[in-house]
C-alpha cells in the first residue's frame, strides 16, 4: 500500500468515527461501572438523554445491543462484557496520550510519567533479540525454561527458575502479587520480609495514582492477550525501606505468559539489573548512584 492510499484510509476512517466517540466509549464504561443511570449521569456530569443517545448510537454502530434494562436495572450483555475491557484500555490509554505520556520509538511503546514531588517512571519496550544479545544470562535462562516449560507455572522444566520470578494474577481489582521469588531482584532490593509483604497488593499501588496504574497496565495486558513475552526497560526511584527516601533505579523485566495448575492465566515477571541504559532521551547517570548490592546472583 502506499503512503497516499494509507492517508486516503486513514481519512475513511476519520470521516466514519462519530466526533463524540470519546464521550460515547466514556459514557459506556461508567454505565457499566455503575449499572445505574442516575449515577452514571452523576458521575460523568452529563444528562440521561446525553447518556443514553451515546450508547445508542454505540449499539447501531456496533450492531450489538451492550445492555438490557430490566425494572430500570442496567445488566450487560455478553458482547457488553466482551469489550468492555478494551473500553477501559482505549479510555486509559488516551488520557496518557493526550498528556504526551505514551509515544511510538521505532515501532515499540515508551511511557513516561513525572510527578510535581520529582518521581519519575520511564519505561521502554525493548526488541526481543536483547534476550539473546544482552548481558543477563537470568532473563535468557528463564526465557529457555518458559519455553521448556510450554508456559506451565508448576511444570519441572521451570522450577529452577521460580526463585528469581514474581508471579501476578488478574482480579477485579487489577494485577496482584502472588508469588515473590527468595532470590529475585526485588528480594534483594526490599530484603526477604519487605517482598512478602508485597503478595496479595495490586499492581497500582506505586505514587502515580489512577494514570500511573493505567499505564502500568498496558503492558501486563499485551502479555495477557497475545500469550507470549514481552521486553521492557524501566528507569524510575523506589524506596529500599518504608518510609525511606526514592533511590534511583534502573532494571529490564521479561514478562511471559503462564498457567496455573487449575489452567488459570499467570503472569511471570524476570527482573534483572540494568548495566546500561538504552530508552530514548535518557543518560546513563542513573546507573552511578545505584546500590551495588541490588544485583541477583544467577
Not at 17 to 39: G, Q
Not at 199 to 225: H, N
Request: aromatic fraction near 10%.
Amino acid at each position: 500500500m502506499t503512503k497516499e492510499m494509507k492517508i486516503e484510509a486513514m481519512e475513511k476512517v476519520g470521516q466514519k468515527a462519530p466526533a463524540l466517540l470519546y464521550e460515547m466509549i466514556r459514557s459506556f464504561v461508567v454505565l457499566a461501572d455503575t449499572l445505574n443511570l442516575s449515577h452514571a449521569v452523576t458521575k460523568l456530569d452529563s444528562t440521561r438523554q446525553t447518556v443514553r443517545r451515546h450508547i445508542a448510537n454505540l449499539e447501531e454502530r456496533m450492531g450489538h445491543t451492550l445492555f438490557v434494562v430490566d425494572n430500570r436495572r442496567y445488566q450487560l450483555t455478553d458482547v457488553g462484557r466482551e469489550v468492555l475491557p478494551e473500553a477501559i484500555e482505549l479510555l486509559g490509554r488516551g488520557d496518557i496520550w493526550s498528556t504526551g505520556k505514551i509515544r511510538n520509538i521505532d515501532g515499540l511503546l515508551q511511557l513516561s510519567h513525572e510527578q510535581p514531588n520529582g518521581w519519575t517512571f520511564y519505561q521502554q519496550q525493548q526488541p526481543l533479540t536483547q534476550i539473546w544479545q544482552g548481558e543477563s544470562s537470568m532473563l535468557r535462562e528463564s526465557f529457555k525454561g518458559w519455553v521448556q516449560s510450554n508456559g506451565e507455572l508448576d511444570n519441572p522444566n521451570f522450577e529452577e527458575h521460580r526463585p528469581y520470578i514474581l508471579v501476578y494474577r488478574d482480579s477485579p481489582n487489577g494485577w496482584l502479587c502472588v508469588e515473590v521469588g527468595e532470590e529475585s531482584f526485588y528480594t534483594k532490593w526490599w530484603g526477604w520480609k519487605n517482598a512478602r509483604s508485597s503478595i496479595g497488593r495490586p499492581l497500582g499501588q506505586f505514587p502515580g495514582g489512577p494514570e500511573f496504574e493505567a499505564m502500568l497496565d498496558v503492558p501486563f495486558r499485551e502479555v495477557q492477550a497475545n500469550g507470549g513475552v514481552r521486553l521492557d526497560e524501566v528507569v524510575t526511584q523506589i524506596p529500599r525501606e518504608e518510609g525511606g527516601g526514592p533511590i534511583p533505579l534502573a532494571y529490564k523485566r521479561l514478562l511471559m505468559a503462564s498457567r496455573f495448575p487449575d489452567g488459570s492465566f499467570a503472569l511471570i515477571a524476570v527482573i534483572d539489573r540494568s548495566r546500561s541504559i538504552t530508552i530514548s532521551g535518557l543518560d546513563q547517570s542513573t546507573l552511578k548512584v545505584m546500590p551495588s548490592d541490588a544485583i541477583v546472583s544467577f
